[in-house]
């Protein structure tokens, strides 16, 4: 197989497993955003390539209006630790209904070892 053809077949399968996946480069924009990603979350690729997963998630803010997860995000932590980090649990707004999420992050590392983004895969928890 040749390259476009295993990138087409890697992106097939994240396309079609049920947990929702997205994948951002360094600075956290979002590159990638699977079709369990839409469903969970109601946003489309569309709404959300190129913009930053904190603000596109809608994790809880602070007094000051701020979102927790711009400072305080497990995916910057993979990025800048290349640590995987397992199990985070969060409240994710859509719309006005409030949901928790499972969130699992982990680098993107290059055969070289440097770390050129993140992949969060999150599922709902449902009580």
């Not at 399968?13 to 369990?36: E, M, P, Q, S």
């Not at 913009?51 to 995000?73: A, H, I, R, T, W």
């Not at 910057?76 to 290349?82: A, D, R």
């Amino acid at each position: 197989m040749n390259y476009t053809t295993v990138r087409r077949y890697a992106l097939d399968i994240l396309d079609n497993i049920n947990d929702g996946v997205f994948v951002t480069n360094k600075k956290r924009k979002i590159v990638y955003w699977n079709k369990a990603a839409e469903e969970i979350t109601g946003k489309t690729k569309k709404d959300v390539l190129n913009k930053s997963c904190y603000e596109v998630m809608n994790f809880p803010q602070n007094d000051q209006g701020k979102c927790l997860c711009e400072n305080n995000c497990p995916l910057l932590s993979t990025i800048k630790e290349g640590k995987v980090i397992k199990r985070y649990k969060t409240i994710f707004t859509k719309g006005e209904e409030k949901i928790t999420l499972e969130v699992s992050t982990s680098p993107i590392i290059n055969p070289l070892g440097q770390v050129l983004g993140g992949v969060a895969v999150f599922r709902e928890i449902k009580d």
